[in-house]
């Protein structure tokens, strides 16, 4: 049992990555095409290892990012905490899928992540420029979804994380 564990460090390394990468600055012509790596790396996890990855390691994980953007305290966790919810109910479906269908329900999610996060900004009072291109970084998630599934499929099995 404890050969499964030894390599755990590699999922808290995998979403500091995805952080830092959703938090580096890019030019403001590229910002609103940044994919939410966050969100697809704790996706990723939540269908690859259901039972060694929960809500509490994401919404930490999304409380870091709040506070690294300046958002209302919760905001990106409330989003990310219900598309993983999602996953780990339905892990099994989705991991027997084509890569077009779990794509297309990556998608989905993102989609819903941001509508949240809007949601909660309009509470707030905050508003958003381009509507069109505030939900672009959901579709480019969808089309990166195979990389980064192959990629941390990859590292998961070398590392022989079960």
Not at 7 to 16: A, G, I, M
Not at 104 to 124: H, S
Request: glycine content about 6%; proline content about 6%; hydrophobic content about 55%.
């Amino acid at each position: 049992m404890m050969t499964h564990c030894k390599n755990y460090w590699v999922v808290p390394v995998s979403l500091s990555i995805a952080l830092v990468l959703t938090i580096m600055p890019l030019p403001p012509h590229l910002q609103p095409f940044r994919p939410d790596w966050l969100s697809l790396v704790v996706l990723y996890w939540g269908m690859a290892i259901p039972s060694r990855f929960g809500l509490g390691l994401a919404c930490l994980f999304a409380l870091l990012l709040d506070v690294s953007q300046g958002t209302l305290l919760g905001q990106h966790a409330f989003g990310l905490c219900l598309i993983l919810y999602v996953v780990l109910r339905m892990h099994r479906q989705v991991r027997v899928s084509s890569f077009i269908q779990q794509a297309l329900f990556i998608a989905v999610l993102l989609l819903l992540k941001q509508l949240l996060v809007l949601w909660v900004d309009g509470i707030v009072g905050r508003s958003v420029e381009n509507l069109w291109l505030y939900f672009a970084p959901s579709l480019i998630g969808m089309l990166l979804w195979p990389f980064v599934f192959i990629i941390l499929r990859d590292i998961r099995r070398s590392l022989h994380i079960r």
